[in-house]
């Protein structure tokens, strides 16, 4: 069975300062895990994905996520914020060699100025 | 390349009447995604085709939603009839090859249902 859970449903930072979005996932076999973020009104866009090679991912927009097996963790991270950051980011599962694909319930992140 | 295509971009109905939505995926992606999506919640797979055939339609409702693709490529979602709790962002989404693929989304469409 797989499940994904992020941790924080609401994250607020100030402008320049980190971001961190928690993310943890439950699988039976080998994950794929992938973040997206929704901007208000806007489509769901990739900002990255890992699919078992290496376990530091970097993506579009500064954000990077590491993969830790041993915690089943795959959290966001930005070293400083942007005002435009300020969007709903989703954490995604999926099963290698599966059909299934698993979405967390969002965290919004607000930034401040 | 042209990107997912969804109409209409809102749709106002009320409960009891019927709604389709269409779906244009990127061209050569196998697979095509329905979610639903609740305002405050993540998205909710409805129903994942790969080329004409059904990967997974469990949490469908089936006794009044339905949807198709035809021949692999376009498809449509139909309510009939409408509920209330219908009301949300109806999103497609297509890969190219399965779920270890990334998601492409087109921009939903808006269903409010009075």
């Known amino acids: 069975a797989q499940s994904v859970t992020q941790l924080d449903s609401h994250v607020s930072v100030s402008e320049g300062t980190p971001v961190l979005l928690r993310c943890n996932y439950s699988?039976?076999?080998?994950?794929?895990l992938f973040w997206y973020v929704q901007h208000p009104n806007k489509g769901l866009q990739l900002l990255l994905k890992y699919t078992s090679a290496a376990t530091l991912v970097k993506g579009i927009n500064g954000f990077e996520a590491e993969f830790k097996k041993s915690e089943t963790s795959f959290h966001l991270t930005k070293p400083s914020a942007h005002m435009s950051d300020a969007a709903e980011y989703f954490c995604v599962v999926s099963h290698t060699g599966g059909f299934k694909t698993i979405f967390g319930a969002g965290t919004r992140l607000f930034v401040k100025a | 390349e042209a990107g997912v295509a969804q109409s209409p971009r809102y749709k106002i109905i009320e409960k009891r009447q019927s709604v389709a939505f269409w779906c244009n995926p990127i061209?050569?992606?196998?697979?095509l995604y329905w979610y639903q999506q609740i305002l405050g919640q993540g998205p909710k797979l409805l129903i994942q085709?790969?080329?004409?055939?059904?990967?997974?339609d469990s949490q469908l409702p089936k006794d009044r939603f339905s949807a198709e693709r035809l021949k692999g490529v376009d498809s449509t979602l139909k309510i009939q009839p409408a509920k209330l709790e219908d009301s949300a962002v109806y999103l497609c989404?297509?890969?190219?090859?399965?779920?270890?693929?990334?998601?492409?989304f087109g921009n939903g469409t808006r269903l409010t249902v009075t």
């Open positions: 085709f790969q080329n004409n055939g059904v990967v997974d």
């Open positions: 699988s039976s076999y080998s994950p794929s």
């Open positions: 989404a297509s890969s190219f090859r399965g779920t270890n693929s990334p998601l492409h």
């Open positions: 061209s050569g992606h196998a697979t």
